[in-house]
């Protein structure tokens, strides 16, 4: 018996050029943790949406294996001198799903839609900084930002940008496009039902010749962990994500499958709701902060495949302050506690934004080590559906029902402004964005500002890390763990990847016998 582990220390990934290989052309199942929210990708706001859509979606840039912009549907640009105007050259004899040829009104369409704060769409935020968006001729297209913008390329790779066909963008609104999608991809939509099963079809007429190598890809959630591990050795699925890092060990006895681990920049982290008493007062907050221990966290949640946190934002992330592991502290958790009024505890709701087995086990942890200070909580796990109901949706910020909110964000753009400004920025509060803690600081959405419109990137890093201090002292969330990113796949299935922002690079994937 054999067990293959490959530790990747960046993300493997996209590949434009199709390679020749020996492979049966057949369909895979691929088993996820948790249930798809939308096919939009300008609506998207967790991973897995975000990463399956690319199923059907391209934009004009795209992440390559080591998270570095490379050209999709686009073949290059030119930026001007004063850093306001980006023009880009578009492929051309590309087609969308519908039959018609993309093109540089395509892309104005696009942008225009996500541009309209009246379409209320999530990644507004993502592009705001763009002033208009003009067609130069049918395959030129010009951007004007409203201010420079740092990583403006990176914003066009996370695959949130992607293009949509100008069809569906006429017949549908917003909820028939999230169940519709039409793009230039590789794969075109078979069926779909959220909560049970997405299948992509192969594009018989992909841009690019030999590729898809398989015939479709089932994405099916299955949150419990020993059913997901299941099917990938029974053969059941070809791809199983996340790899339930409690079962890593007994699967190294089965030599058809293999482990995947990628340290990732998935950050885990406590949501604390800062509108509503008790945890309004940063002693309370602070107490909570020290009565997690961390270490203890990631052996027990995580079978050791998590790091404890040590900032804001991961470590890989350019501008990234660390502040070391915070203090495992009960006895000071107390003592903050009764300081604040609360010297026999208070009593509170702890729910998780996702219902797998592993987040389930994380909550139960943390229901403990908060119980030893005096904090008794009433968990819950979210299904996909609730999550975006309850938290993501919500308007009233009086009338948020989360209190306790266990919950990730992995930074899609690999940018600091995108690992701060939507969990952090006053502005940028449900259903704008994920602040669902409801924090304000003035100072830190002033420094937030400041950054992205900075040039100089020493001076830019300066600001964002003057951000990070603010929000590590105000504690409007416990910093956890920065999460591995674990999958396992059948020895027959090639080049469907893991990748270290939590999603995957399936380009090139293809079933070897």
Partial sequence: MRFSVTLLTAALGLTLAAAAAPAAARGITVAVGSSFTTLDPYQATDSLSRNAVKSFYEGLYAFDKDLKPQPQLATGYEVSADGLTYTFKLRQGVKFHDGT?????????????????????SRYTLYRFIDRVEVVDRYTVRFTLKTPMSSFIQRLS?????????????????????????????????????????????????????????????????????????????????????????????MQKDENVNIIIVPSIMMRYLSINSIHKPFDDVRVRQAINLAINREALCKVAYSGFAQPATGVIPPQIPGAASFGVPAYNPKKARELLAEAGYPNGFTTKLWSGYNNSTASKAIQFIAQQLAQVGIKTETRVLEAGQRVSLIESNKVPSESPNRLYYIGWSNSTVDPDWGLRP??????????????????????????????????????NNYYREAQKYIWEEVPAAFLVYEDNTAAASKHLKNFHPLADTGFEFYQAEWVD
């Fill in 423 to 460: 969990l952090f920025d006053s502005r940028e509060m449900p259903p704008k964005l994920s602040n669902e803690g409801y924090y304000t600081n003035k100072k830190v959405d002033e420094l937030l500002d400041k950054a992205i419109a900075e040039v100089d990137e020493k001076t830019r």
């Fill in 158 to 250: 996370n695959g949130t940008a992607a293009m949509i066909c100008p069809s569906t963008l006429k017949k549908y609104d917003g909820r028939g496009i999230a169940f519709n999608p039409c793009g230039t991809g590789p794969y075109t939509m078979g069926e779909y039902n959220p909560s049970e099963k997405l299948v992509a079809v192969k594009n018989p007429n992909y841009r690019v010749k030999g590729l898809p190598k398989l015939d479709s890809i089932t994405w099916l959630p299955v949150a419990e962990n020993a059913t997901r591990a299941a099917m990938v050795r029974t053969g059941e699925a070809a791809f199983i994500h996340p790899m339930p890092v409690e079962q890593v060990k007994d």
């Fill in 101 to 121: 040829e993309f093109e540089a009104e395509a892309v104005k369409m696009n942008f225009d839609r996500v541009l309209n704060p009246d379409n209320h769409l």
